[in-house]
Structure formats: C-alpha cells, structure tokens
C-alpha cells in the first residue's frame, strides 16, 4: 500500500520557470490538500479539494493552481516560480468518514529551490 | 484566528525517562486534534487523532490528553527510546467545514532521546 506519493523529491527552478509537482493517494480519499513547509512559519494549506471535480483556495494560493480530474491525483502547478517559493511542499489526503477516519495521511513531501 | 503553540520547541531526555510535550491553542472551539511525528526529511505521519468530544485518546506508549476549556493538550510518550527521537507536531482543525478543512499547525517540538 503506496500512501502518498509525491513526485519528485527534490527539484531547482529558475525564477520564472514552471513546473507540477505531482501528488497520487491510493486510499480512494476523497479530501486533498497541499501544503509548504518554511521554517518559522510551520505547515500552511495552499489548496485543497473534497472531490474530483471540486477544488478551493487555502490561506496562501498566490502564484499556485491546482487540479482534480480524478480522486486520486492532485498536481500542484508553479505558474512562474519565484524565490519566495523556495520551500518542502507537502501533500495530504484523508477520507471523509467522521472520526477516526479523518487522520490525515501526508507525502514524503517535495524540497523546491527556486534561485 | 487560531494559534497553535508548542514550548518548548526542543527538548533531550535520557532513554527511558516519560516525554510530555504541550501544545497550546487560542480558540477552544475545535472541531478535532491532532499530534504528528516528523523524522528529517521526511513527511509527517499522523500519530493520534482527538475528537472535540473526547478528553484523551491512546495508542501503545502514546496518550493524548485534551482539554478544549483551556485550550490544551499534552502529549505522552511513556518509556521514551532513542527511536523516539523526531518533530512532534499538534495541528487543531476548526470545524467540519470551516476554513477549508485548514489544519492549523503549532511550532513543533524537536525531541532527542539520548541512549
């Protein structure tokens, strides 16, 4: 059982360049969400989605999109990548049963370096 | 808004002796708690999930405790091992629905158990 996967691991950008970072979950979850790790700043949502289809804004989207064809994939694009993206993206996912069911499961996450 | 603090933001114990690491938060209307383990470079792996209606919740040699009314939780790790040694991270969700399911994430405390 995968999890989480995120691809790739480690990756240098350009100022101005673009890029996807790619998340999939085998767990059939319905609810997705990226993250970015800073130091100082702890763990914040970029986006999120609660169903193939169906995607939202966090608290810091600039600069980001994303997609939802299907539930198991949710790829995170830089649209003209900038040195304050530099930053470890995560991505989670969890299922939508109340309780127990909500852990959030995350990826091995994907350390960015924008110059 | 909601602040989540963990303090101290490091701390080393000797092999054997019981961790307790605090997480604080600023608005005790939380819908569920949780507490992370994250090894360097690594994502964060979901340790023990506390409902709003629960006051503590257990697995092995973890114990979460949580008091809403006071806007705390406090993790407990009987018998720590070096193995042990990792980021502990408290995340407090809202509510079912608000603010785009957004965790929102303490500081971490970084924990060395020294054998």
């Known amino acids: 059982n995968a999890g989480v996967t995120q691809t790739p691991k480690f990756q240098v950008l350009k100022t101005g360049q673009s890029m996807t970072l790619q998340c999939a979950q085998d767990?059939?979850?319905?609810?997705m969400s990226w993250y970015r790790q800073d130091p100082g700043m702890g763990l914040r949502l970029i986006h999120y989605s609660v169903g193939a289809g169906i995607t939202d804004q966090g608290e810091v989207p600039n600069g980001y999109n994303v997609s939802r064809s299907t539930t198991e994939d949710f790829p995170l694009r830089l649209l003209s990548a900038a040195p304050s993206q530099t930053s470890v993206y995560f991505c989670a996912s969890r299922s939508r049963v109340r309780g127990q069911g909500e852990k959030l499961f995350f990826g091995s996450g994907t350390q960015l370096s924008v110059l | 808004k909601q602040e989540v603090t963990q303090i101290p933001a490091a701390l080393s114990v000797p092999e054997g002796e019981n961790l307790v690491l605090n997480c604080s938060f600023t608005?005790?209307?939380?819908?569920?708690l949780q507490w992370f383990r994250q090894d360097p470079g690594k994502g964060l792996t979901s340790l023990l999930l506390i409902q709003s209606s629960q006051r503590e919740q257990t697995s092995g040699r973890l114990n979460a405790s949580l008091d809403k009314s006071s806007g705390r939780s406090t993790l407990y790790i009987a018998a720590s091992q070096p193995g042990d040694s990792a980021t502990y991270l408290c995340?407090?969700?809202?509510?079912?629905?608000?603010?785009?399911?957004?965790?929102?994430f303490g500081g971490g405390t970084r924990v060395l158990v020294k054998p």
């Open positions: 995340a407090v969700r809202q509510g079912y629905k608000a603010a785009g399911n957004k965790l929102t």
């Open positions: 767990m059939n979850h319905e609810y």
């Open positions: 608005d005790s209307a939380i819908y569920n």
